[in-house]
């Protein structure tokens, strides 16, 4: 496999660069050298790729004439058109289930944070307001009704996570799941009048950008909570903004953006919006064992034994002709 070329146009981990450099031949583009020069040396015998938040699109695999596979790091790949690539028989695959536990355990946490405002009092702390009086009693997370948009792996480790605080739950998906005993609501809209937690967990990509949008957050109410660890593009972030500025709901906890590492400075502005720098998956453990997986999958379908994690659209297994 030392003869296979394989490209990395943005840095990855050690870990993820040594694996592939004992295996294959890696080329790693220089982040502040020239792209286009890169891939016009090394893309036309590229047959396979490690990516970490690139967007890959047709126009990139018109580059990549013998690609086989595109190895991402991260279970979200909505910067990639995989139903492109499967068009040209290119495999992508992803990172499931090792950050799944991760993932939900931050979820949870940040929803704690976001209703006892646990960064907000460290801060009257740190400020020595203490001193002078006891910080304001803060929300709690008795009583709340809680929805989660997308229950796939991270929805479902955050339901079952959840349990155990006693809460009601309920989510929506593109479909009613019978092996679980949450109600189901047909549509986003349905399930936020329905709840006062919303808990986004569902894919990024076209067919869900803005969908949390201002007639969802008014849904919600003025006791309302929004917590996203999924993507930002989900997040109409204007609407947002409105809706904590006017009180439209109560408050938002955000590890994603729409434009990362921008943040809009109308979330800065919100007092009672706790953001995170997208740090849902970032422990050595997790993103280790990230990163070996997209050695894993490269590895294995150089040795012919076909793709470790593909995602749904990819072509495999190989259909008959």
Do not use: C
Not at 122 to 133: F, N, Q, S
Not at 194 to 203: K, N, R
């Amino acid at each position: 496999m030392k003869s296979t070329d394989v490209i990395m146009l943005r840095p990855m981990m050690p870990l993820v660069t040594e694996a592939l450099d004992r295996h294959f031949t890696l080329h790693r583009a220089d982040p502040a050298g020239d792209a286009d020069r890169f891939l016009a040396e090394h893309g036309p015998r590229a047959r396979g790729m490690a990516v970490s938040g690139v967007r890959v699109d047709g126009a990139l695999l018109d580059r990549l004439p013998k690609l086989e596979i595109i190895a991402n790091f991260g279970v979200g790949y909505d910067t990639i058109d995989a139903a492109e690539a499967g068009r040209r028989g290119i495999v992508v695959t992803n990172t499931p289930d090792v950050l799944t536990d991760e993932v939900a355990d931050l979820a949870v946490g940040l929803l704690l944070a976001t209703l006892r405002q646990i960064p907000q009092v460290d801060r009257y702390l740190r400020a020595g307001k203490w001193l002078e009086k006891p910080y304001p009693l803060t929300g709690t997370l008795r009583g709340r009704r809680i929805g989660i948009l997308g229950l796939g792996r991270i929805g479902r480790a955050i339901a079952h996570r959840l349990e155990a605080f006693g809460v009601e739950i309920a989510y929506h998906g593109r479909s009613r799941q019978a092996d679980v005993p949450y109600a189901y609501h047909a549509s986003l809209l349905d399930l936020a009048r329905a709840v006062d937690v919303l808990m986004v967990v569902a894919p990024g990509g076209p067919e869900t950008r803005g969908i949390v949008n201002r007639e969802v957050l008014q849904a919600l109410g003025p006791e309302g909570v929004l917590i996203n660890v999924a993507r930002g593009t989900l997040v109409d972030e204007e609407a947002l903004i409105a809706a904590l500025s006017d009180g439209t709901i109560q408050s938002a906890g955000l590890d994603v953006f729409a434009d990362e590492p921008r943040v809009p400075a109308g979330l800065i502005a919100q007092e009672h919006a706790v953001l995170l720098p997208h740090v849902g998956s970032a422990s050595v453990h997790t993103r280790t064992a990230m990163g070996q997986l997209v050695v894993d999958n490269l590895v294995s379908w150089f040795s012919g034994k076909g793709p470790v994690t593909p995602v749904v659209e990819t072509p495999w297994p190989r259909t008959a002709p």
